[in-house]
């Protein structure tokens, strides 16, 4: 059975700081998804990671994958309060699916 | 990109009556899953709806309790039967897309009184 794990669960940060939020997977995948979610919305796609060492970067986030160490980052640079959301990372298996993690509560404090 | 939609978007409800959500893509899809969210959590997939053939249900999810059509490749019901307050939750439906994306409708929240 695959298994997400992301931490921390819960963030909060200084405008201007950076963080790393971490996903670790429990089996092996080819595909690792980042969604922000903001309160009472749907999911927002961020970033789709394909294989291994891949690196996206999209303003101030960067989302690096290593299939090695069944691990994916979410680098957050020189945060923004509009970034506050919560971000869950999901691993895709062979049908498609998605087991998400439990998801990263982050808030932004000016 | 596929755009989703959900109807309704939210519905209050009570104890012991039956809820149907509709998801209609705009590009049709073999492939439709339905998601929970419950208040604060993550997401957990609750079943794979495939065009043509019976929808497949992951551990702790059962016909009875959430039947599933899937009349076309466009559209698919998910109906949340005998509610109790614990089926409370937000409910969304994904479709996987060209380019190895996912994406997801807007979203259901559903209220149980």
């Known amino acids: 059975e695959l298994k997400v794990e992301q931490n921390p669960l819960f963030l909060s940060m200084q405008e201007g700081k950076n963080y790393t939020i971490y996903c670790n997977y429990s089996?092996?995948?080819?595909?690792l998804y980042w969604y922000r979610q903001d309160p009472g919305k749907s999911l927002e796609s961020l970033f789709v990671l394909l294989s291994n060492g891949a690196v996206k970067q999209e303003g101030r986030l960067m989302a690096s994958l290593d299939t090695k160490a069944r691990l994916s980052t979410l680098h957050i640079t020189a945060a923004v309060h509009d970034l506050s959301a919560t971000y869950f990372c999901a691993v895709e298996d062979a049908g498609n699916m998605l087991t998400f993690g439990g998801g990263t509560r982050l808030m932004v404090k000016p | 990109s596929a755009v989703i939609s959900q109807k309704p978007s939210r519905d209050i409800c009570q104890r012991g009556t039956s809820l149907t959500i509709q998801c209609q893509v705009d590009?049709?899809?073999?492939?439709m899953f339905w998601y929970r969210q419950q208040p604060g959590q993550s997401l957990t997939l609750i079943a794979t709806a495939n065009q043509g053939s019976e929808a497949t249900y992951e551990s702790g999810f059962v016909i009875d309790k959430f039947p599933i059509s899937r009349p076309n490749l466009t559209f698919s019901t998910l109906t949340v039967s005998n509610m109790s307050p614990e089926d409370s939750s937000i409910y969304l439906c994904?479709?996987?897309?060209?380019?190895?994306?996912?994406?997801f409708g807007p979203g259901t929240r559903l209220t149980v009184t």
């Open positions: 089996t092996t995948s080819d595909r």
């Open positions: 994904s479709v996987p897309g060209g380019g190895y994306e996912q994406y």
């Open positions: 590009s049709q899809v073999t492939m």
